[in-house]
């Protein structure tokens, strides 16, 4: 687990320099300040954890629940309710901020997001399969899986052969990613 966390909504990519004058890409994260809703604790839930949310949603949006939820911890209602498992959520007090100066440049921090859905897709972006030939004879199987099994032994497709389907909109994590600069004015 984490010792300090925080959410973000990426905006693009950009570069900066170093100082040996190489470009290097960075990636560029909006940071709204992050309000805590709830801590939750081994004790009393069985893991720990602290809940906030962001960003700002009309009253009218929230479901009962949520806006009891809300209501119950006295902050202000946000679009979006998320976790961030936490190795000491007794540091953090329901209604305190948390804003992107917890970051410095040069800590090290791992990345969880959701990935670019690509949609329904072949074996050769999917898989990366070569494909059949291009000519000499090949005819409407040019990007073809080919064969996915046996005949009469065994009779049936094995679990997990590698098959067209979606691709993408899936959660990642990268880690290990460095900061480069965190701009509490922006």
Known sequence: MATKAI????LGMTQVWDEQ??????TVVKVAPCRVVQVKTPE???YSAVQVTFGVIQAKRLTRPEAGHFAKAGVEAGRRLVELRLDNPSDYQVGQEIK???LTPGDHVDV???SKGKGFTGVMKRHNFSGMGAGHGAHKVHRAPGAIGACATP????KGTKMAGR?????????NLQVVQADAER
């Open 21 to 26: 004058n190489r470009a290097i890409p960075v």
């Open 167 to 175: 691709v993408g909109h899936q959660r990642v994590t990268t880690l």
């Open 155 to 158: 009779s049936r497709v094995f």
């Open 7 to 10: 959410v973000g909504e990426k």
């Open 112 to 114: 969880t997001a959701v």
């Open 100 to 102: 992107v100066d917890l």
């Open 44 to 46: 009393h839930d069985g």
